[in-house]
Each structure stands twice: as C-alpha cells, then as structure tokens.
C-alpha cells in the first residue's frame, strides 16, 4: 500500500496519538496500532480501530483537561 501524500510505503506501527474531546479536554492515547508512511508523518486508523478510539473518546468525562489512556483493543 503507498501514501497518498508522498507515495512511500505504508507500514503498520504502533504511536501515541492526541484527541481533543472538547474545548478543555485532550486524551492521548497511547499504543494506538496505525498505518503510517515510511516516509512522510502520514498515517490511517483501520475501520475497528476507529470504532474502538470512539468508544474509548466517549467513555471520557472531561473532568480533567489532560487524560492518558493506553489503547486496548
């Protein structure tokens, strides 16, 4: 599979990816399995691991405006 940005190679891995869940709130999660480029800082979320950082999102309270979560599929 090549990136659409600059045409490397697209690899799985594994990297720490912050969500703004609301105006006072970002969630890093951490371990978070992805695509990226070999090249560029471009990377995909597959299909059930974007259902799974949903639910994990959701699940946030906002009670504190910096909240780590360790991605668990």
Do not use: N, W
């Amino acid at each position: 599979m090549r990136c659409t940005v600059c045409g490397g190679d697209l690899r799985t891995a594994t990297t720490h990816l912050p969500f703004k869940v609301s105006d006072a709130t970002i969630v890093i999660l951490k371990d978070l399995p992805v695509i990226q480029c070999a090249r560029c800082p471009e990377y995909l979320l597959e299909d059930e691991v974007l259902r799974r950082v949903d639910e994990i999102l959701a699940r946030v309270t906002g009670g504190t405006e910096l909240e780590i979560v360790r991605y668990a599929a």
